[in-house]
C-alpha cells in the first residue's frame, strides 16, 4: 500500500514538473527569446534585458555600418581614396564571414513608391541569387515576407531583414548593418545578422522600365547591399568602377546587378568556388 502511494506521489510530481516546464516555455516574453536565439549561435552572453529593451553586453559582438552615397557624395572616412588597389574586392575585417549556412531573411516589402509585393521581392532575391550563384557554397535559404519588420541598429534580433526607411542624412542611398565578431581569433570570427535599409529620400524602381521615371533601381543596389551582408567591403578606386561593390551608384544604373570579375573572387576566396 505505502509502496503504490510513493508510485503515485512520483508519478504525480512528474506531470506537475512537466506542466511547469511547458507552461515557463509559454511565458517567455519575445525580447528573452531573441536573447535564447542569440545566445544559440554564440554560447555565451550577448543580449541582456533591460525592462523592454536589448542592451547589449558582450564586448565581443561588434556591429559594421556601411553608407551608401550617390555619385559625388560622401567621404567615407574607411574609404582607401588615392591608393591604387592591385585586386577590385575587399573585405569586411580580415575576411570575416558567415559561418551558419544558410542565411535566410526577411523581406519587408512596404515602400512609399507604389511599388507591389511581387516587384519588391523579386528584386531583392535576385539580388540574392546573384551571389548564390557565383559559389559552391549553398549561401541563402528562403525569405520570408515580413511588414512589421526592423532596421536593426542598437542590437541585432536575430533576423537579417531588408525594408525601406528614411535615413536622416542627405544624399545617402542604402544602409548596410553587420553584426558579428571581427576580433579574437579568426576561428571565433563570423558574422551573425545584416540588415539593410533602403533610404526612402529616393525613388525606387526598375531602371530597365523605359516608362519608369528617374528612379534607383532596387536590384541594383540590393545586390550591392547584399554583398556586404556575405562579408564584402566597398571599393572607391576608380579602377574598380564595373564592380557590383563599388562604393557609389546613380539613377538608372543597373550594372550593379551582375556581379564583375572581382565581385565574383571575393565571393569565392569567401565561401569557395
Ligand atoms: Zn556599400
Known amino acids: ?22 507552461s515557463a516555455s509559454m511565458l517567455i516574453p519575445a525580447n528573452e527569446k531573441a536573447k535564447e536565439n542569440a545566445k544559440a549561435t554564440d554560447h555565451s552572453p550577448v543580449i541582456s534585458s533591460d525592462d523592454n529593451n536589448l542592451v547589449l553586453t558582450s564586448p565581443g559582438l561588434e556591429k559594421f555600418v556601411f553608407i551608401h552615397y ?12 588615392g591608393k591604387k588597389r592591385s585586386k577590385c574586392y575587399d573585405f569586411l575585417g580580415k575576411g570575416v564571414k558567415w559561418k551558419e549556412l544558410s542565411v535566410n ?3 519587408d516589402p512596404d515602400n512609399p513608391d507604389g511599388l507591389t509585393e511581387d516587384f519588391v521581392t523579386s528584386a531583392i532575391s535576385a539580388g540574392v541569387e ?46 548596410t548593418v ?16 545584416f540588415d539593410v535599409l533602403f533610404d526612402t529620400d529616393f525613388n525606387w524602381g526598375d531602371a530597365t522600365n523605359p516608362e519608369t521615371a528617374e528612379v ?3 536590384q541594383n543596389i540590393a545586390t550591392h547591399e547584399i554583398g556586404h551582408g556575405v562579408g564584402l567591403a566597398d571599393l572607391y ?22 556581379l564583375n570579375a572581382g565581385d565574383i ?8 568556388v
Request: charged share 25%.
Open 216 to 218: 534607383m533601381d532596387l
Open 178 to 193: 553587420i553584426w558579428g565578431y571581427f576580433s579574437g581569433p579568426p576561428s571565433t570570427r563570423e558574422i551573425i545578422e
Open 237 to 258: 578606386d576608380t579602377a574598380c568602377i564595373e564592380e557590383t561593390m563599388y562604393g557609389y551608384s546613380n539613377y538608372r544604373e543597373t550594372k550593379k546587378r551582375d
Open 70 to 81: 550617390k555619385k559625388g557624395f560622401g567621404k567615407p572616412t574607411w574609404a582607401k581614396q
Open 265 to 272: 573572387t571575393g565571393i569565392q576566396e569567401l565561401y569557395g
Open 1 to 22: 500500500m505505502k509502496k503504490r502511494y510513493t508510485k503515485t506521489l512520483i508519478l504525480l510530481m512528474i506531470i506537475i514538473s512537466i506542466s511547469t516546464i511547458v
Open 130 to 175: 546573384e551571389w548564390d550563384t557565383h559559389t559552391s557554397t549553398e549561401l541563402f535559404g528562403t525569405y520570408s515576407i515580413d511588414y512589421n519588420s526592423s532596421w536593426d541598429t542598437d542590437t541585432p534580433d536575430g533576423r537579417n531583414e531588408l525594408l525601406f526607411g528614411d535615413y536622416p542624412q542627405d544624399e545617402v542611398i542604402a544602409v
Open 105 to 107: 531573411y526577411v523581406i
